[in-house]
């Protein structure tokens, strides 16, 4: 069956837009979380929806934010872009908890 | 809050076994999970604890220890392949949010 999906798998922003990035889990699997990976920080928790629902959050400004939808399908938002963001973002997903999470290829954003 | 320690770089040779230690302070805790992540690709799951004892797959295995906080992967008959990071990451918020290790570059040489 497919992995995680992630698109875009490559953005280039200029420092102040906003960004969207999309992620479609296994299929049945119902939670997905984000993160943010860097090479000074590693891999940071953003947040984690279930059936729609955000069930945790992270210690990120609320320039960040996500949703998901009704067929499990998330996003998450990015406003007002600083250089500090360029990261490679990643999307996990599980089928009820994150006992045992599968990635996608995320994302990698650079901001200049 | 919660934090993690893992040691930022392990070198062994192959076919070797290999030890990567892991502690943690946090509250909510659920579990402890292992991620392998090679250069330039995503993180995969390799083994979660949630009781304390061994558990094994294949040539992985993984260690919990609740009451020390502690918990190990140990790598057996190392492969060129295995050269990679490796995360703990302490599973919290009732089981939806993980929290990860800095990870360890373990590096396997012939």
């Known amino acids: 069956k497919a992995g995680v999906t992630q698109t875009p798998r490559y953005l280039i922003k200029t420092r102040g837009q906003q960004v969207t990035l999309s992620c479609s889990p296994i299929s049945g699997h119902r939670s997905v979380s984000w993160y943010q990976q860097t090479p000074g920080q590693g891999l940071q928790f953003l947040f984690e929806y279930f059936s729609e629902t955000q069930r945790n959050k992270g210690n990120f400004p609320g320039r960040f934010s996500g949703r998901q939808f009704s067929n499990s399908r998330s996003e998450m938002n990015v406003s007002t872009l600083e250089l500090g963001d360029s990261a490679l973002y990643l999307c996990a997903s599980s089928l009820v908890d994150n006992t045992e999470a599968f990635f996608g290829q995320g994302t990698r954003l650079t901001v200049v | 809050g919660q934090s993690l320690e893992q040691p930022s770089e392990v070198t062994a040779v192959e076919g070797a076994i290999v030890q990567i230690n892991c502690t943690y302070q946090?509250?909510?805790?659920?579990?402890l999970s292992w991620y392998q992540q090679h250069d330039g690709g995503a993180p995969t799951f390799l083994s979660y604890n949630a009781l304390d004892g061994l558990e094994e797959t294949g040539r992985f295995s993984s260690f919990l220890s609740r009451s020390d906080s502690y918990g190990y992967l140990l790598l057996q008959e190392l492969q060129m392949k295995d050269s990679a990071s490796y995360f703990c990451a302490v599973v919290t918020g009732g089981g939806n949010k993980l929290t990860f290790g800095t990870g360890t570059q373990l590096k396997v040489e012939l």
């Open positions: 946090t509250s909510g805790f659920y579990g």
